[in-house]
């Protein structure tokens, strides 16, 4: 860039910053697999001019109710299951991954092809999806540029195409931001089988807020919160005890 000596600012007057397109994938992803009224997330339109808005083409065809205005949009489950999709994604390589989770709650098979990209990013992320999507219980295909991820079965629906049950486990991160925001969606699980996301906090690289923002539109059954008290005189251990039962937990 050539600055002339001399030059001079001049205001644009009101100028619209855009929301970060990539970090809205995880929340129009919710709106699809939450039930309820839908997601509102503002900031971003389908008009955006950034690459990874085109996450909204690929969550309607995994069946997502989206409508848009200016710098908003609105997300609600349509297709229920989701439907399975196969999706070259060059063009959202980091939103992608988003998919692969999503793909849990389809009525079959994703396939997500030309992602080789992932394989040289924060970690392999290829091997990453592929590996915490197994520990949900899921069966998993992987290739040198390719992920196929098969559903987890759905409560109340006669899902043939999957295989597997959802099973309890603690999510690596890889210290990979969307790693762990990725798999924050498999929460929403209709076993109602816990997820833990271990080093939440490395989602500062993007979204320091995340999980902030993703209790703000989600809230737990307070039946389904276990509660232990653990008592004791003075001295006793009780804190001692309390750590390592939650290090074990």
Same mark, same amino acid.
């Not at 001079?8 to 990539?22: C, K, L």
């Not at 992803?29 to 900031?43: H, P, Q, S, Y």
């Not at 993703?214 to 750590?243: E, M, N, R, W, Y």
């Given at each position: 860039?050539v600055?002339?000596? !001399?030059?001079?600012?001049q205001?644009?007057?009101?100028?619209?910053?855009?929301?970060?397109?990539?970090?809205?994938?995880?929340?129009?992803?919710?709106? *699809?697999?939450?039930? +309820?009224?839908?997601?509102?997330?503002? +900031?971003? !339109?389908?008009?955006? %001019?950034? +690459?990874? %808005?085109?996450?909204?083409?690929?969550?309607?065809?995994?069946?997502?109710?989206?409508?848009?205005g200016?710098?908003?949009?609105?997300?609600?489950? !349509?297709?229920?299951?989701?439907? *399975?999709?196969e /999706?070259?994604?060059? $063009?959202?390589? =980091?939103? *992608?991954?988003? @998919?692969?989770?999503?793909?849990?709650?389809?009525?079959?098979?994703?396939? @997500? &092809?030309? %992602?080789?990209?992932?394989?040289?990013?924060?970690? =392999?992320?290829?091997?990453?999806?592929?590996?915490?999507c197994?520990?949900?219980? #899921?069966?998993?295909?992987? +290739?040198?540029?390719?992920?196929?991820? $098969?559903?987890?079965? /759905?409560?109340? @629906?006669? @899902?043939?195409?999957?295989?597997?049950?959802?099973? #309890?486990?603690?999510? $690596?991160?890889?210290?990979? $931001?969307?790693?762990?925001?990725?798999?924050?969606?498999?929460?929403?699980? =209709?076993?109602?089988?816990?997820? &833990?996301?271990?080093?939440?906090?490395?989602?500062?690289?993007?979204?320091?807020?995340?999980?902030?923002? /993703?209790?703000?539109?989600?809230?737990? =059954?307070?039946?389904?919160?276990?509660?232990?008290?653990?008592?004791?005189?003075?001295?006793?251990?009780?804190?001692?005890? *309390?750590?390592?039962?939650?290090?074990?937990?």
């Amino acid at each position: 860039f050539v600055i002339p000596a !001399g030059s001079r600012y001049q205001s644009p007057g009101t100028i619209h910053v855009e929301a970060d397109a990539s970090s809205a994938s995880y929340f129009i992803a919710l709106g *699809a697999i939450a039930e +309820g009224d839908g997601i509102r997330v503002n +900031g971003v !339109g389908a008009d955006s %001019i950034q +690459g990874d %808005i085109r996450f909204v083409e690929a969550a309607q065809q995994m069946g997502a109710k989206v409508t848009s205005g200016p710098n908003w949009l609105e997300i609600r489950r !349509g297709a229920w299951p989701l439907k *399975a999709i196969e /999706l070259d994604c060059n $063009h959202i390589p =980091d939103a *992608a991954m988003t @998919l692969a989770v999503m793909a849990l709650y389809a009525d079959g098979p994703t396939l @997500l &092809r030309n %992602i080789a990209s992932w394989r040289v990013k924060e970690t =392999d992320r290829i091997v990453a999806m592929a590996a915490e999507c197994r520990k949900l219980g #899921a069966t998993v295909e992987e +290739g040198p540029d390719w992920l196929r991820v $098969h559903p987890l079965p /759905l409560a109340q @629906l006669n @899902l043939a195409a999957a295989q597997g049950q959802w099973q #309890a486990t603690s999510i $690596h991160t890889y210290d990979d $931001h969307r790693v762990a925001m990725c798999f924050s969606l498999a929460a929403f699980n =209709d076993a109602q089988v816990p997820v &833990r996301i271990e080093d939440p906090k490395c989602v500062a690289k993007t979204f320091p807020d995340y999980f902030e923002a /993703l209790f703000s539109v989600a809230k737990a =059954d307070p039946a389904q919160i276990p509660v232990l008290c653990i008592d004791g005189p003075t001295a006793s251990g009780k804190g001692t005890l *309390a750590s390592r039962v939650a290090a074990q937990l």
